[in-house]
């Protein structure tokens, strides 16, 4: 008996099942009445004084794997006697299938996967390189919305397409999905997110953390660079593991890699915190790496066929970063976001840019509510122009940043050089928001695998039947019914 067994006591009319985690505890439902909560208990607590006996197993998963699927399920309080009781729970986190033997003894029930929620069932998908006139027109009116690599009905949680790009290194250019050729360190799809394309993503930040140095230079900040050589070694360590033929091998290495990026995971959020505190024009460079080590992590899972755990680390890493970059998006807006709708930028920036930052805080916004929230801060910037641009954080203009004379720039340096940044850095806002709703994307993605039945490898093979048009940048799968599945953003 050890770490990751699959453990169970014989309770006479049933057995009791749970995990194993190798330090005298288990990881178990525990309840009454066919109500339960998964809980990790002493093992003396689990077996209640009866004999303890270990599943045998042919093939199951390494014990690291293990343990973290029963681990991102405690507290869960799901428990159904014939579709998720604690024999499901065992197996799925020893195989990642959802199975019971004793309600297979008891009823013919045909338990073909499951979700942690409930039955899996098989269903058809199709992909295409043409945008269906449904999906063009409810794109048009409204009727539908793309977030991120998905496509859903604006007022419902049903997804009707996924969308990823034909060619993983360039960022498609398109009006009706109102995508942008450098819209996102992301690409549309998790799919398109391999081992390489993340590397590469990776060492463009590293050159933009460079540049920063020079700025930062000037005020005596120094950027510690180190860890993105071993995130680099990560990586390539993931890379390598998928190639390994011999399946113990290609999970061991795998584990390693996992163990690497989680550490990154600590790292950059620590550097995302301070640099947020400072207000910082780099903030945005280190977000971005913590989406990065995510999806990495992520991938890995799916690359061992660990959807669930995939999953379940991008809901841990959206509620990590979600408010970590409303807090950057506001200090961007600046302490008078009127301030973007200045005479100087008209037909440059208008209200709907603007108000399409807000909905991502709150989706219920109008441009006419945007514009009441600023009426007051218009007159504000009349009054007194030049306290909104002392207010300005390093974020966005830095005094040493400005030529001046010998006592510095003078506020009117400091204006002129403001309203000449201000677009770029809304659309540093715009970006970075593009960013998150593709990474919230990632976790609709992959639910939705998980809920159509078909593995990740599967699903990557996803292709169109018919040619590929020279123009074609996008790729849509579209599964024969919407799916439901709830989208945060």
């Given at each position: 008996?050890?770490?990751?067994?699959?453990?169970?006591?014989?309770?006479?009319?049933?057995?009791?099942?749970?995990?194993?985690?190798?330090?005298?505890?288990?990881?178990?439902?525990?309840?009454?009445?066919?109500?339960?909560?998964?809980?990790?208990?002493?093992?003396?607590?689990?077996?209640?004084?009866?004999q303890?006996?270990?599943?045998?197993?042919?093939?199951?998963?390494?014990?690291?794997?293990?343990?973290?699927?029963?681990?991102?399920?405690?507290?869960?309080?799901?428990?159904?006697?014939l579709?998720?009781?604690?024999?499901?729970?065992?197996?799925?986190?020893?195989?990642?299938?959802?199975?019971?033997?004793?309600?297979?003894?008891?009823a013919?029930?045909a338990?073909?996967?499951?979700?942690?929620?409930?039955?899996?069932?098989?269903?058809?998908?199709?992909?295409?390189?043409?945008?269906?006139?449904?999906?063009?027109?409810?794109?048009?009116?409204?009727?539908?919305?793309?977030?991120?690599?998905?496509?859903?009905?604006?007022?419902?949680?049903?997804?009707?397409a996924?969308?990823?790009?034909?060619?993983p290194?360039?960022?498609?250019?398109?009006?009706?999905?109102?995508?942008?050729?450098?819209a996102?360190?992301?690409?549309?799809?998790?799919?398109?997110?391999?081992?390489?394309?993340i590397?590469?993503?990776?060492n463009?930040?590293?050159?933009?953390?460079?540049?920063?140095?020079?700025?930062?230079?000037?005020?005596?900040?120094?950027?510690?660079?180190?860890?993105?050589?071993?995130?680099?070694?990560?990586?390539d360590l993931?890379?390598?593991?998928?190639?390994?033929?011999?399946?113990?091998?290609?999970?061991?290495?795998?584990?390693?890699?996992?163990?690497?990026?989680?550490?990154?995971?600590?790292?950059?959020?620590d550097?995302?915190?301070?640099?947020?505190?400072?207000?910082?024009?780099?903030?945005?460079?280190?977000?971005?790496?913590?989406?990065?080590a995510?999806?990495?992590?992520?991938?890995?899972?799916?690359?061992?066929?660990?959807?669930?755990?995939?999953?379940?680390?991008?809901?841990?890493?959206?509620?990590?970063?979600?408010?970590?970059?409303?807090?950057?998006?506001?200090?961007?807006?600046?302490?008078?976001?009127?301030?973007?709708?200045q005479?100087?930028?008209?037909?440059?920036?208008?209200?709907?840019?603007?108000?399409?930052?807000?909905?991502?805080?709150?989706?219920?916004?109008?441009?006419?509510?945007?514009?009441?929230?600023?009426?007051?801060?218009?007159?504000?910037?009349?009054?007194?122009?030049?306290?909104?641009?002392?207010?300005?954080?390093?974020?966005?203009?830095?005094?040493?940043?400005?030529?001046?004379?010998?006592f510095?720039?003078s506020?009117?340096?400091?204006?002129?050089?403001?309203?000449?940044?201000?677009?770029?850095?809304?659309?540093?806002?715009?970006?970075?928001?593009?960013?998150?709703?593709?990474?919230?994307?990632?976790?609709?993605?992959?639910?939705a695998?998980?809920?159509?039945?078909?593995?990740?490898?599967?699903?990557?093979?996803?292709?169109?039947?018919?040619?590929?048009?020279?123009?074609?940048?996008?790729?849509?799968?579209?599964?024969?019914?919407?799916?439901?599945?709830?989208?945060?953003?």
């Amino acid at each position: 008996m050890g770490k990751g067994d699959h453990i169970y006591v014989d309770c006479g009319a049933y057995t009791h099942h749970g995990i194993d985690c190798g330090d005298g505890t288990a990881i178990h439902y525990i309840g009454e009445a066919l109500k339960g909560v998964i809980t990790r208990t002493s093992l003396a607590e689990f077996t209640s004084g009866k004999q303890l006996f270990v599943k045998k197993y042919e093939v199951s998963d390494l014990s690291d794997i293990i343990l973290l699927r029963a681990k991102s399920r405690l507290g869960e309080n799901k428990y159904d006697l014939l579709f998720n009781n604690c024999e499901h729970f065992a197996t799925w986190c020893k195989t990642g299938k959802h199975e019971s033997e004793q309600v297979n003894r008891a009823a013919t029930v045909a338990v073909i996967g499951a979700s942690i929620g409930g039955i899996k069932s098989m269903q058809a998908v199709s992909a295409t390189y043409q945008v269906s006139e449904d999906i063009s027109a409810g794109l048009s009116n409204g009727s539908l919305t793309r977030i991120g690599g998905v496509i859903r009905k604006t007022n419902t949680t049903q997804i009707v397409a996924c969308v990823r790009e034909t060619t993983p290194n360039i960022s498609p250019v398109s009006k009706l999905l109102q995508i942008g050729a450098s819209a996102s360190i992301l690409n549309l799809g998790v799919t398109m997110m391999g081992f390489a394309i993340i590397n590469h993503r990776l060492n463009e930040l590293e050159q933009r953390l460079k540049q920063a140095q020079e700025v930062l230079n000037k005020i005596n900040r120094k950027i510690d660079l180190g860890y993105y050589a071993n995130f680099r070694a990560a990586l390539d360590l993931a890379a390598k593991a998928i190639t390994m033929k011999n399946p113990e091998t290609r999970k061991s290495m795998a584990i390693n890699a996992i163990g690497d990026l989680r550490k990154a995971d600590f790292i950059y959020t620590d550097y995302t915190d301070k640099e947020l505190e400072q207000g910082s024009q780099i903030v945005d460079e280190y977000l971005l790496t913590l989406l990065l080590a995510y999806v990495a992590e992520a991938r890995c899972y799916l690359e061992l066929e660990a959807p669930d755990t995939a999953l379940e680390l991008l809901r841990d890493g959206a509620a990590k970063v979600r408010p970590r970059m409303q807090k950057y998006v506001d200090l961007l807006l600046t302490s008078n976001p009127a301030a973007y709708l200045q005479p100087e930028y008209k037909g440059e920036i208008d209200l709907r840019r603007l108000t399409r930052i807000y909905q991502w805080s709150d989706p219920n916004l109008d441009e006419n509510a945007v514009f009441d929230l600023h009426r007051e801060n218009l007159v504000k910037l009349v009054q007194d122009p030049n306290k909104w641009v002392a207010s300005l954080p390093p974020a966005i203009l830095d005094r040493v940043e400005v030529k001046g004379w010998i006592f510095g720039p003078s506020e009117d340096d400091l204006k002129r050089e403001a309203i000449k940044r201000l677009p770029q850095v809304l659309e540093v806002i715009e970006n970075m928001i593009e960013t998150y709703q593709r990474f919230e994307a990632y976790k609709v993605e992959v639910e939705a695998i998980d809920k159509l039945g078909i593995s990740f490898q599967d699903w990557i093979k996803l292709a169109p039947a018919e040619n590929k048009p020279e123009d074609a940048e996008l790729m849509y799968i579209i599964p024969d019914k919407p799916l439901d599945i709830v989208f945060a953003s």
